[in-house]
């Protein structure tokens, strides 16, 4: 049984391999085709077209694509796939700058980042906020000296 299943082919010696032609099939999909990656949600969305809420953590076939975008030196990738209920398709892809993900089309995030993460501040800007923070250490000072 094993023999019938096995991988390995004899060829003869008078076989040319440039000759040999494969299966148009597997050919044409092998040439435009994304690779398949399977990936769980990595956050809890919901389809904006049947308005179907996908939780974190359920398991997709998706799409991968390498964008030619780049945040400093780290690629980003972006990830397509359907929704299992209308089978709409749904487009996120990696935010490298803010660690996260960011949905591009088809989906919406159920919730924000509650605390997003801040541009460096300017030295005029640092000394604005150093001082109103010195005027409210004053004023709880004088508040409890009352």
Same mark, same amino acid.
Do not use: H, W
């Given at each position: 049984?094993?023999?019938?299943?096995?991988?390995?082919?004899?060829?003869?010696?008078? #076989?040319?391999?440039?000759?040999?032609?494969?299966?148009?099939?597997?050919?044409?999909?092998?040439?435009?085709?994304?690779?398949? #990656?399977?990936?769980?949600?990595?956050?809890?969305?919901?389809?904006?077209?049947?308005?179907?809420?996908?939780?974190?953590?359920?398991?997709?076939?998706?799409?991968?694509?390498?964008?030619?975008?780049?945040?400093?030196? #780290?690629?980003?990738?972006?990830?397509?796939?359907?929704?299992?209920?209308?089978?709409?398709?749904?487009?996120?892809?990696?935010?490298?700058?803010?660690?996260?993900?960011?949905?591009?089309?088809?989906?919406?995030?159920?919730?924000?980042?509650?605390?997003?993460?801040?541009?460096?501040?300017?030295?005029?800007?640092?000394?604005?906020?150093?001082?109103?923070?010195?005027?409210?250490?004053?004023?709880?000072?004088?508040?409890?000296?009352?």
């Amino acid at each position: 049984m094993s023999e019938r299943k096995s991988i390995n082919r004899y060829y003869p010696p008078n #076989v040319d391999p440039t000759k040999v032609k494969f299966s148009s099939k597997t050919s044409n999909k092998t040439k435009n085709a994304k690779p398949s #990656v399977r990936l769980m949600a990595p956050f809890s969305m919901k389809c904006l077209n049947c308005k179907e809420y996908i939780a974190a953590s359920r398991k997709f076939n998706t799409r991968k694509e390498t964008t030619d975008r780049d945040y400093l030196g #780290v690629k980003i990738i972006r990830f397509s796939l359907r929704c299992p209920r209308c089978y709409a398709e749904m487009i996120f892809e990696t935010d490298p700058k803010n660690g996260d993900y960011q949905c591009v089309s088809g989906c919406k995030k159920n919730y924000e980042r509650s605390a997003p993460i801040k541009e460096k501040e300017s030295i005029d800007e640092m000394i604005v906020r150093l001082e109103k923070e010195v005027k409210e250490d004053e004023r709880m000072k004088e508040l409890e000296r009352k």
